[in-house]
């Protein structure tokens, strides 16, 4: 039991988690695409049309589950954040600056496929409302870390002052959350809660989770694909990098 | 307590000294505060509608402009690195500079506002609220201004870099305070909004200067 | 089948440009990032490659 802690505190280094990330990237992009088909094909030909909003709600299958990553992706970088600067780990600044862009990605998405179907439902691209405007402080929140940490050239102290920003911001998320509960707003109020049943058929709920899921999968393939990336870049000087394979070559 | 006093004094009689600090953050306020006006038409309605998010943006604007003086003149020479290294917590000097920033940069905008929101043709009622207002968000904006000038302190861009960090995380306090006045001027209640506004400058009172000391030793290492 | 025909399932009752517009854009979106890494890990690699050589180099030379 206790060689299992041990592990993972060796996982900590950057030289032993390159090539355990390397390998674990492919089978990421293979959930990831699983989760796609079942979602897509449960969201494009199992889910009944909508009575109200006919066959546009479907954009649902992609706007929620980019929603759920992008509020999901600042929470974990802040994780990774906290603990970068508990246990002045380089690893974890990696990971944090690794998220970053997928976070930003998803949110700007979010954004987009919002707007794309608050036009056909609301009449309006945008509306400056609790949930949307708190989104579009989410994604001003990913920037912002992104100018921080590139203005930077030490990486220790980038590292450390991206740390305390994506801390500082983390309140916004459950702003953004909680948002349609506290102000009378234009988006619509939450259908999934941990306590309650869902408010909407089985197939559609089953189509946005497995879509969220396919996100997920893809976001750790990605952030995973970048933080090799980073260590390769930052981690230039070192033995270890020099004797890879791929650098050997 | 008693150093933070005097770092409060020595800043208050450095910006005597270089009054000209001071008076251009208040010229940019009004001058900012004119242009639109002029943007968009001098119609009274309109203006009367636009006055409080009007004053509050030039009231941001013009705040940024003063943040980046907050610690980087005391880097410069070295006296950043002594407030480090004194025996008073560095959180008590930093709160310290938050206060003097605020009374040098935020204070001189509260007593302003109400001169530029007759320019808009605010009534009496309005002009209180928005004074009200900016009187908790000035503050506000001195305690999150600090975490982001911290971080930014001798980083290449900064100026710029520090608004794209500090004005995101402002934007709720600038909607409940645009939005008190805005709500006074309907006719319903101002309380919900500044009662918010309050809240949020007691958390950034209490989370804001840890923050900003850890940004501080970071910057300094 | 919902869909009575390929054009059917294009036109999204009339919402196919919002539908297709949004998941088009993430599905570019998602091939994309995965692309612009590989070309930032294929630089990284190159720099590294260059760096090694330029130091052997020098080792030869002294």
């Known amino acids: 039991m206790s060689y299992r802690l041990v592990n993972w505190f060796k996982l900590a280094s950057p030289q032993k988690f390159y090539p355990v990330a390397g390998k674990m990237i492919p089978l990421f992009w293979l959930l990831a695409a699983a989760f796609g088909v079942a979602g897509l094909w449960l969201g494009f030909f199992v889910a009944p049309t909508d009575a109200t909003q006919g066959e546009g709600y479907r954009i649902i299958f992609i706007h929620v589950p980019t929603s759920w990553m992008s509020m999901f992706i600042y929470l974990v970088m802040a994780a990774w954040a906290g603990l970068g600067l508990a246990l002045n780990a380089r690893l974890s600044g990696m990971m944090a600056q690794a998220l970053a862009p997928t976070g930003a990605l998803m949110a700007f998405l979010s954004l987009w496929t919002g707007a794309f179907w608050g036009k056909p439902m609301w009449g309006a691209w945008w509306v400056w409302d609790a949930r949307l405007t708190s989104e579009l402080i989410l994604f001003f929140l990913y920037l912002g870390f992104m100018a921080l940490q590139s203005a930077i050239d030490d990486p220790r102290r980038a590292d450390k002052a991206g740390a305390i920003v994506v801390l500082v911001g983390v309140v916004n998320v459950p702003v953004i959350y909680f948002s349609v509960k506290w102000w009378n707003t234009l988006h619509q109020g939450a259908s999934i809660s941990i306590n309650k049943a869902p408010s909407m058929a089985m197939t559609m709920l089953w189509g946005m989770l497995l879509m969220a899921l396919c996100l997920w999968m893809y976001s750790i393939a990605v952030a995973l694909m970048r933080v090799r990336a980073i260590m390769l870049e930052r981690e230039s000087h070192t033995d270890w990098v020099k004797q890879l394979a791929e650098v050997k070559a | ?221 | 089948m919902i869909w009575h025909s390929a054009a059917d399932f294009f036109a999204m009752g009339g919402y196919g440009l919002y539908v297709w517009g949004s998941f088009g854009v993430c599905a570019l979106a998602m091939v994309l990032e995965p692309w612009l890494l590989r070309q930032r890990r294929s630089q990284a690699l190159r720099s590294l490659q260059r760096e090694m050589r330029a130091q052997q180099m020098n080792k030869e030379r002294t």
């Open chain 2, 1 to 221: 307590m008693k150093p933070m006093f005097s770092l409060i004094r020595r800043d208050l009689l450095i910006a005597l000294r270089n009054k000209t600090e001071v008076l251009t953050i208040l010229f940019f306020f009004v001058i900012v505060t004119s242009l639109f006006p002029l943007g968009i038409g001098p119609e009274p309605a309109q203006l009367r509608k636009i006055a409080p998010g009007v004053l509050w943006v030039a009231a941001l604007l013009a705040t940024m402009l003063g943040l980046q003086r907050m610690f980087a003149p005391d880097h410069a020479d070295g006296t950043l690195e002594q407030m480090a290294l004194s025996p008073t917590p560095l959180v008590l000097l930093v709160g310290g500079k938050i206060v003097s920033h605020w009374l040098v940069s935020g204070l001189p905008l509260v007593l302003m506002a109400p001169v530029l929101g007759i320019q808009f043709d605010l009534d009496a009622g309005s002009l209180g609220v928005l004074m009200l207002a900016l009187l908790l968000g000035t503050p506000l904006l001195s305690l999150i201004g600090s975490i982001g000038a911290a971080l930014t302190l001798g980083v290449r861009g900064g100026g710029v870099l520090l608004s794209l960090l500090v004005l995101p995380l402002f934007i709720p306090a600038l909607i409940f305070g645009a939005g008190a006045v805005q709500a006074h001027m309907a006719g319903l209640g101002f309380g919900g909004h500044l009662s918010l506004l309050a809240a949020m400058l007691v958390l950034a009172a209490f989370f804001a200067p840890w923050a900003t000391t850890a940004a501080l030793r970071i910057a300094l290492e």
